[in-house]
């Protein structure tokens, strides 16, 4: 898929987020870039690039203080080869970016993954 198509998914699944996320976002940019780098992996323990399909890097909403002014944005990463790699219909593909970027986000928020596996095993 072409780059820009693909941003284009992810901008939709970002605005299709209830008004009141949108709103709290702050000072945190998504981006989407083809594949990890090797600092990116092992950041998060992985070795196999077609393994991290996003990744939150940041301080979390919850654990900023009232020091937190005058900081670079946080960086929501969505990587397009990862993803397309594991899908084999579009649909699939737009469900796993929209499974991802929300994902992601709500690593923003101050989510971990143990209480994210917790909220899908709740479905």
Sequence with gaps: ???N????LVV???SGLPAEF???MDNVDIIVEDWPTRTQLRAVGL???DDLLGLYEGTPRTNRGQNYNLVLPDKITIFQKPLESQCKSLNELRQEIANTVKHEIAHYFGIDDERLREIENDR
């Design 1 to 3: 898929m072409e780059h």
């Design 5 to 8: 198509k693909f941003e284009e």
């Design 12 to 14: 939709a699944v970002i």
């Design 22 to 24: 949108q709103e709290l």
């Design 47 to 49: 070795r196999n690039k």
